[in-house]
């Protein structure tokens, strides 16, 4: 199949148990994907196919799957709701040409959906609604619709409405042609009738049905001039419009149903069909500058007989190999073909290819633009790396991942799990681009940073189970500095001369603090000869190797200058090594007199907080010892910007989840050092101590 029209590659995404996963397996048993139904409660489901997903229930990494439905080829990506692998939708949402948001239809428009439905509005996707769960206790399908309107300031073009709710939810209206979808009780999707609307809900059909025409005219003039007049508009072309509509952003088609009792999902595939774009009709993706990463204004122009061009948005590690996900924009890419990547400039050959439904597959000798396909065994290719043809090198937008914001010291629990740990905590890194790891060069530990509490969770629990590297953990951690506050000026001299070839230097010095950011500063101001040129540097190297450690913690230490302005020397007994010992001395003897200060690192955070809860929040990040810089009022909420410790955000997210009843969110980066207040600075000095006590 080569009709690129008949293409869709479509994205789930919705706010924690809305049923995104019990949707597409509702979709992949109606398009004769799979033949039983798994639930997710069961750990049954086929796109959580990790331990750890059919544990906990829900969606860690996204998944893919290709179907057939109406002769059209949908590649489907069920991706997670939570925060911390918030991640995974906004790369997914970037290779995708639409998306079906689910909302939960007692829920409503979680805190998660406004997060992802952000991350979709900045990558321009269109977009269907299904609100799901209209057979569970509380559920409201008007309400819900009012609250796509208020909290995420969209406008929703409803296309079904309920027939019953709750427990006698027994079908959908379609408000488009006016019939009446009703299931019976056997559960299976097939068994349903189409029959005239019930007789209590002709008047509401006819009132959305109305609304429908005239949003949907709207999207042509001669139409809509037409239908003033008085003028029934045809089928096609009111589905003509909508299509634009939807593809321009304009509304969202809305649907009904229940994924788990089969109710209403065939209406949503039909609409997948009708409205959503195909892989031509998406704006193409713009390819940028590699230097600059500046738009170039030329773009990836979607169709098989272009130069290839793909993105490289998941990295994954199973049972066959590494497998590299790719979403092809244009050209077409062959099994053994030779191509490039622009990242890291060397070419790879393809080897096999294949096609993904969760973790089985199918191979694939060949694909083209706007599929959506796996590569197995390719070796420098990371998250956001475009591969394309050799002859024609490009850089398409590259995807721009937020910065860690947590970070836990680890080490194996045995001696010789350290090389099997490094190898695991590699491959975890190379899959998930907000996973960083480094070395601290002080203790030698292994620090893990991340999104979030529960993100660091999963990762210290897959590398227990899939890598059996079991971890010793230790609590979260602060990179303190020092610095000091007054010039002093000083003299130390060094001798030793007792028996054999003696050793002797002698210097006059003044310590100040430095500007703020300028780190170790030496200047010698010596004249008339007192301290020979040649040892200036044995007294500059004496001075630098002990910024490495503080007078007060032990931590490093900021922004000093040393001047030398005198000293004395003797003919024989003077060397490089004795003046490098001298300035140590006189290091050790002049700090702790300059004043030294505790330095602690202060963070940016960016917290976005619901109209109702923002005076707890604010009074929250001030009882932090925050300082809010600036605030300003959105369509969903309020953004509050503050300057706060980073040693006062360890458990922030699940705190802020409290007071916004989970629908608050954070992001934080490392802003500037700044002195810390004087019973901050006691605490953590006598940490210090007591842990140099102990190594002792």
Request: include cysteine; aromatic fraction near 8%.
């Amino acid at each position: 199949m080569t009709d690129l029209a008949k293409y869709r590659n479509i994205g789930i995404f919705a706010h924690v148990d809305a049923g995104k996963t019990t949707t597409t397996e509702r979709i992949l048993k109606l398009t004769g994907k799979i033949h039983k139904t798994g639930e997710v409660h069961d750990g049954e489901s086929t796109t959580d196919f990790m331990e750890q997903e059919a544990e906990r229930g829900i969606t860690i990494q996204s998944a893919a799957t290709t179907c057939f439905w109406k002769d059209h080829r949908m590649n489907i990506i069920d991706t997670p709701g939570h925060v911390d692998f918030t991640v995974e939708v906004y790369r997914s949402l970037k290779v995708l040409d639409g998306g079906v948001g689910v909302f939960c239809g007692s829920g409503g428009v979680e805190p998660q959906s406004e997060t992802n439905w952000r991350y979709a509005n900045d990558s321009e996707v269109a977009r269907l609604i299904f609100v799901n769960k209209l057979d569970r206790m509380g559920a409201d399908f008007y309400r819900v619709v009012k609250q796509v309107k208020n909290v995420l300031a969209a406008n929703p073009l409803v296309m079904t409405l309920p027939i019953g709710i709750e427990d006698d939810f027994k079908g959908v209206v379609d408000v488009l042609e006016k019939k009446a979808y009703i299931w019976d009780d056997s559960g299976l999707p097939e068994n349903y009738t189409v029959q005239d609307v019930p007789a209590d809900m002709v008047d509401k059909v006819n009132e959305y049905h109305e609304q429908l025409i005239e949003t949907a005219v709207e999207q042509d003039d001669d139409l809509m001039m037409a239908y003033m007049e008085g003028e029934v508009p045809s089928l096609e072309d009111i589905k003509r419009c909508i299509r634009k509509g939807t593809r321009d952003l304009a509304f969202f088609p809305t649907f009904c149903g229940s994924a788990f009792k089969n109710k209403g999902i065939q209406l949503v595939l039909d609409a997948v069909v009708d409205y959503l774009p195909s892989p031509t009709e998406v704006d193409p993706q713009p390819l940028t500058d590699e230097d600059t990463g500046e738009a170039t204004g030329e773009v990836a122009i979607v169709s098989p007989d272009e130069p290839l061009r793909a993105l490289a948005f998941k990295i994954m590690d199973d049972r066959f190999g590494a497998l590299t996900f790719i979403r092809i924009y244009s050209g077409k890419m062959e099994k053994g073909m030779t191509i490039l990547n622009s990242a890291t400039g060397k070419t790879e050959r393809i080897g096999r290819m294949v096609e993904m439904h969760a973790n089985d597959r199918t191979e694939l000798s060949k694909a083209q633009a706007g599929d959506i396909i796996a590569v197995v065994g390719m070796k420098n290719v990371q998250t956001g790396h475009t591969l394309c043809d050799p002859n024609h090198p490009c850089t398409l937008e590259p995807m721009i991942f937020p910065e860690p914001v947590i970070s836990i010291a680890v080490s194996p629990k045995d001696k010789g799990g350290t090389e099997k740990m490094g190898i695991a905590i590699g491959k975890l890194v190379s899959e998930d681009p907000t996973f960083q790891v480094e070395t601290d060069q002080e203790s030698g530990e292994t620090i893990l940073k991340g999104m979030g509490e529960l993100h660091l969770d999963i990762k210290v629990d897959i590398l227990k189970r899939t890598y059996g590297v079991e971890l010793n953990v230790g609590k979260p951690q602060v990179a303190y500095r020092e610095t000091i506050t007054r010039e002093v000026e000083d003299g130390y001299t060094h001798k030793k001369q007792s028996g054999g070839s003696g050793q002797f230097g002698k210097i006059d010095y003044r310590i100040r603090p430095g500007e703020t950011g300028s780190g170790f500063k030496f200047k010698s101001t010596v004249v008339g000869g007192n301290v020979p040129k040649e040892f200036f540097p044995a007294i500059e190297k004496g001075f630098a190797s002990m910024m490495k450690e503080g007078p007060l913690a032990g931590y490093p230490v900021l922004d000093v200058e040393v001047e030398l302005f005198d000293g004395g020397y003797h003919a024989v007994d003077s060397s490089a090594i004795a003046f490098e010992i001298a300035a140590k001395g006189a290091y050790r003897q002049t700090m702790p007199k300059a004043g030294p200060q505790l330095l602690e690192p202060i963070m940016k955070v960016d917290v976005f907080s619901p109209e109702d809860n923002v005076g707890d929040v604010i009074g929250d990040l001030n009882r932090r010892r925050g300082m809010i810089k600036d605030q300003e009022a959105g369509p969903t909420g309020v953004r509050i910007k503050a300057d706060v410790p980073l040693s006062e955000m360890f458990g922030y997210i699940g705190h802020l989840r409290t007071i916004t009843s989970g629908r608050g969110q954070f992001s934080m980066e490392f802003s500037h050092y700044m002195p810390c207040p004087q019973n901050v600075a006691e605490a953590v000095i006598a940490e210090a101590k007591a842990r140099k006590a102990e190594k002792k």
